[in-house]
């Protein structure tokens, strides 16, 4: 087996950034290189809420009971578990760590000066996978050219710059740490990435894409190119999450085009994907479809990635109108979801095939979709993602209304509600606000779901959202009809 071929679970001993220190953080930035590292060779890394699962169970299995150690990990699905922690002392770095494979289990122990951290990791990751590929020597070839810096001092003032950021949020202290990561090593684009970072959530929007966009320039040679590829793509990512769609089609356009030229046809796949989606949003609904077709074809050898390709492919499908192909198109993608047992992806499938049954709108198709929406909660994932769970109650909650049990569809309402209490979802948030205000009409309680619309309409202004309109309507409406109401103190 190559090291593109593995999926590994990783699982990190638990740090304290409160008793840790410059320690905690330089400790932390070592961890993400790792990561980064075994990620560039061509590894996946299994969720990290499912890995930290896994180690549970594994935790009180003797290290001989091999069966059962290989039914935890076909469980993730991964080819192995990574469990260990990194420590800085004396400016010397340490792991420990240890590894479970199908065929047993084994312990690495490394130590290196600070100045050696690359051939550190380097060393580590090549110990550790020995078991598990066939040529584990070329990995050191392979690991060359990752290395995001040679200067270890720029890597520990990074490490600074996250310290000052996250226990003192202090902006200027952050930027001048970056700026002296920098100048030990001007072409370290690490700095640049969390510069960005600290920019978004200090909400200075031009700084950040301006940030990310010298990034990219820091890449110009063609031995550079991989490098460039990956800030293009984090711009994309930055430009949809401002709604700048048609930005962000230009640069996932550039990004397809290099990795094609690069013949990295994963990446070129995913930008592609990525447009795809962006023609979604922006109700260029055949462009989309097209897209995605011509991605599946190009990804004829990367049978990894099928499953989410055909899964993208079935919304777009749903959304032309198109029911019955997308739900073969989604039955497609659940089979091969499965055999992957990509649990996040196959409670989606579920959840989208749930939302077509819905359209139908009699009550055979409607119990269909509820079906669909039971097999979804089933298969959601042990990782954290609250917007697909909130989605799923919201989704339920429709359905249950149109079958008149509106207890149940308030129930599962206030659930969706709950759970997108945080500020990070607020156009999610205010659409399960919009909706259960629609619920609460049913119910004839016009107050408390004026509250709820009213609520909805304050986000949508907020966000310059096109469903302000709709949401301003129905706050009409319902005045009308607390007016109606009799005043019974008169």
Same mark, same amino acid.
């Given at each position: 087996?190559?090291?593109?071929?593995?999926?590994?679970?990783?699982?990190?001993?638990?740090?304290?950034?409160?008793?840790?220190?410059?320690?905690?953080?330089?400790?932390?930035?070592?961890?993400?290189?790792?990561?980064?590292?075994?990620?560039?060779?061509?590894?996946?890394?299994?969720?990290?809420?499912?890995? $930290?699962?896994?180690?549970?169970?594994?935790?009180?299995?003797?290290?001989?009971?091999?069966?059962?150690?290989?039914?935890?990990?076909?469980?993730?699905?991964?080819?192995?578990?990574?469990?260990?922690?990194?420590?800085?002392?004396?400016?010397?770095?340490?792991?420990?760590?240890?590894?479970?494979?199908?065929?047993?289990?084994?312990?690495?122990?490394?130590?290196?000066?600070?100045?050696?951290?690359?051939?550190?990791?380097?060393?580590?990751?090549?110990?550790?996978?020995?078991?598990?590929?066939?040529?584990?020597?070329?990995?050191?070839?392979?690991?060359?050219?990752?290395?995001?810096?040679?200067?270890?001092?720029?890597?520990?003032?990074?490490?600074?710059?996250?310290?000052?950021?996250?226990?003192?949020?202090?902006?200027?202290?952050?930027?001048?740490?970056?700026?002296?990561?920098?100048?030990?090593?001007?072409?370290?684009?690490?700095?640049?990435?969390?510069?960005?970072?600290?920019?978004?959530?200090?909400?200075?929007?031009?700084?950040?894409?301006?940030?990310?966009?010298?990034?990219?320039?820091?890449?110009?040679?063609?031995? $550079?190119?991989?490098?460039?590829?990956?800030?293009?793509?984090?711009?994309? $990512?930055?430009?949809?999450?401002?709604?700048?769609?048609?930005?962000?089609?230009?640069?996932?356009?550039?990004?397809?085009?290099?990795?094609?030229?690069?013949?990295?046809?994963?990446?070129?796949?995913?930008?592609?994907?990525?447009?795809?989606?962006?023609?979604?949003?922006?109700?260029?609904?055949?462009?989309?479809?097209?897209?995605?077709?011509?991605?599946?074809?190009?990804?004829?050898?990367?049978?990894?990635?099928?499953?989410?390709?055909?899964?993208?492919?079935?919304?777009?499908?749903?959304?032309?109108?198109?029911?019955?192909?997308?739900?073969?198109?989604?039955?497609?993608?659940?089979?091969?979801?499965?055999? $992957?047992?990509?649990?996040?992806?196959?409670?989606?499938?579920?959840?989208?095939?749930?939302?077509?049954?819905?359209?139908?709108?009699?009550?055979?198709?409607?119990?269909?979709?509820?079906?669909?929406?039971?097999?979804?909660?089933?298969?959601?994932?042990?990782?954290?993602?609250?917007?697909?769970?909130?989605?799923?109650?919201?989704?339920?909650?429709?359905?249950?209304?149109?079958?008149?049990?509106?207890?149940?569809?308030?129930?599962?309402?206030?659930?969706?509600?709950?759970?997108?209490?945080?500020?990070?979802?607020?156009?999610?948030?205010?659409?399960?606000?919009?909706?259960?205000?629609?619920?609460?009409?049913?119910?004839?309680?016009?107050?408390?779901?004026?509250?709820?619309?009213?609520?909805?309409?304050?986000?949508?202004?907020?966000?310059?959202?096109?469903?302000?309109?709709?949401?301003?309507?129905?706050?009409?409406?319902?005045?009308?009809?607390?007016?109606?109401?009799?005043?019974?103190?008169?």
């Amino acid at each position: 087996m190559s090291a593109n071929e593995l999926v590994l679970a990783f699982v990190s001993e638990s740090m304290d950034p409160d008793s840790g220190g410059e320690n905690y953080w330089l400790r932390h930035l070592l961890k993400e290189l790792f990561c980064n590292k075994l990620y560039l060779c061509g590894c996946q890394l299994a969720p990290p809420g499912e890995s $930290q699962n896994a180690w549970h169970s594994l935790q009180s299995i003797p290290r001989d009971d091999l069966d059962t150690i290989n039914n935890v990990l076909s469980f993730i699905p991964a080819h192995a578990l990574i469990r260990g922690s990194f420590t800085w002392q004396d400016h010397q770095f340490s792991a420990d760590f240890e590894l479970f494979y199908a065929l047993g289990s084994s312990s690495v122990h490394h130590e290196a000066s600070e100045k050696d951290f690359l051939a550190f990791l380097d060393t580590l990751i090549q110990e550790l996978l020995a078991p598990l590929i066939d040529s584990p020597k070329e990995l050191r070839g392979d690991l060359k050219g990752m290395e995001p810096t040679q200067a270890f001092e720029a890597f520990r003032l990074l490490s600074e710059a996250y310290r000052i950021w996250f226990t003192e949020h202090d902006l200027e202290g952050s930027i001048q740490a970056i700026k002296e990561a920098r100048h030990k090593d001007p072409n370290f684009n690490d700095p640049l990435r969390f510069l960005a970072k600290i920019y978004r959530e200090s909400g200075l929007i031009d700084k950040e894409l301006e940030t990310i966009q010298e990034e990219a320039q820091l890449f110009q040679d063609d031995d $550079q190119s991989f490098k460039r590829g990956e800030a293009l793509m984090r711009l994309g $990512q930055a430009l949809i999450h401002y709604k700048r769609f048609d930005q962000a089609l230009e640069v996932y356009g550039e990004c397809q085009a290099l990795w094609t030229k690069l013949g990295n046809l994963r990446l070129e796949v995913q930008a592609r994907s990525n447009r795809a989606n962006l023609f979604l949003r922006k109700g260029l609904k055949e462009e989309a479809v097209a897209e995605y077709e011509q991605g599946l074809e190009r990804a004829a050898d990367v049978p990894e990635d099928h499953a989410q390709l055909l899964y993208n492919l079935g919304l777009a499908q749903s959304q032309l109108g198109q029911y019955e192909v997308a739900l073969e198109t989604l039955e497609t993608a659940l089979q091969k979801a499965r055999t $992957q047992r990509k649990m996040g992806l196959i409670c989606r499938i579920y959840n989208a095939r749930g939302a077509i049954y819905d359209e139908f709108n009699d009550e055979e198709n409607l119990e269909k979709a509820l079906q669909q929406y039971r097999l979804a909660e089933e298969y959601f994932p042990s990782n954290d993602e609250p917007m697909l769970l909130a989605g799923l109650k919201d989704h339920m909650a429709i359905t249950y209304r149109k079958l008149g049990r509106l207890d149940d569809a308030l129930s599962y309402s206030e659930q969706a509600c709950k759970i997108l209490a945080s500020d990070d979802y607020e156009d999610h948030r205010a659409i399960a606000f919009l909706n259960r205000a629609s619920l609460l009409i049913e119910l004839c309680d016009y107050e408390t779901a004026r509250h709820f619309a009213q609520k909805a309409s304050d986000i949508f202004r907020k966000l310059q959202s096109p469903h302000l309109e709709s949401v301003e309507s129905l706050l009409k409406k319902l005045q009308d009809a607390l007016d109606d109401l009799p005043n019974y103190d008169d």
